[in-house]
């Protein structure tokens, strides 16, 4: 299998406040994490890209400030949203692959983030 | 500037019956497209991959069609059965460039309902 767990599932947080999302892949290594957001009835957005031991290559429009990536080992990704705000309020997805050339990525449950 | 679109936002089928899904793309630099399917509150779920050598996979009751002059891929499923049910994403990847990741670019979906 190819599991990739998140946590937590739901968070609701103050506004201001930092708050810190765990990707992991359970049973393979995850050379590469990709971190999605996703509206209402909307795509999947992509917010940034990590390697292993690398820095996060983020996306046009995402402020890598705000929304902070560690990929400190290959089973673990981290997503910190720096003083969240009420429209941080999304549902947060990562996803992962086994290698940096692969297209097959294997997603996590997903985290809803309430921002009040 | 939406490079994968799915134009149907819903369709509904009789169980037993062909769903048919459709996916449009503009990049002519995409060469590998998914279907994932989504229930709500969870990560999707890889279903089928085509390359774009090829114009049909067929994994069980899923058939993925890729017609590259019409940049446009379908996915049949047949017999249709409740437990489709989902939201149905097609993604589409435009190879490695320079080394960089294999990102996916997501339509906004399908919700799929079948009907018992």
């Known amino acids: 299998g190819a599991v990739v767990s998140q946590h937590p599932s739901w968070v609701i947080c103050k506004s201001g406040t930092s708050v810190k999302i765990e990707c992991r892949s359970l049973?393979?290594?995850?050379?590469?994490m990709f971190w999605y957001r996703q509206f209402p009835k909307q795509s999947l957005m992509l917010m940034a890209t990590?390697?292993?031991?690398?820095?996060?290559?983020?996306e046009q429009g995402v402020e890598k400030d705000k929304f902070l990536i560690n990929h400190a080992s290959l089973t673990l990704s981290t997503l910190t949203v720096t003083s969240a705000h009420p429209e941080d309020s999304s549902f947060y997805i990562c996803?992962?692959?086994?290698?940096?050339?692969?297209?097959?990525?294997?997603f996590g449950p997903g985290t809803r983030l309430t921002v009040t | 500037d939406q490079q994968v679109k799915q134009n149907s936002p819903s369709l509904s089928v009789q169980e037993g019956r062909i769903s048919i899904l459709n996916c449009d793309y503009t990049n002519s630099m995409f060469d590998y497209f998914l279907w994932y399917k989504k229930y709500p509150a969870e990560g999707p779920t890889f279903l089928i991959s085509i390359s774009s050598i090829k114009d049909k996979n067929e994994d069980g009751r899923f058939t993925v069609f890729l017609n590259k002059s019409a940049k446009h891929l379908s996915l049949h499923i047949v017999p249709s059965q409740p437990g489709d049910s989902a939201v149905y994403f097609c993604a589409a990847s435009g190879g490695n460039s320079g080394g960089s990741n294999y990102k996916l670019t997501f339509g906004k979906g399908t919700l799929l309902t079948v009907n018992p």
């Open positions: 996803s992962a692959s086994r290698t940096r050339l692969s297209y097959e990525q294997y």
């Open positions: 049973d393979f290594q995850a050379t590469t």
């Open positions: 990590s390697n292993e031991g690398s820095k996060a290559t983020y």
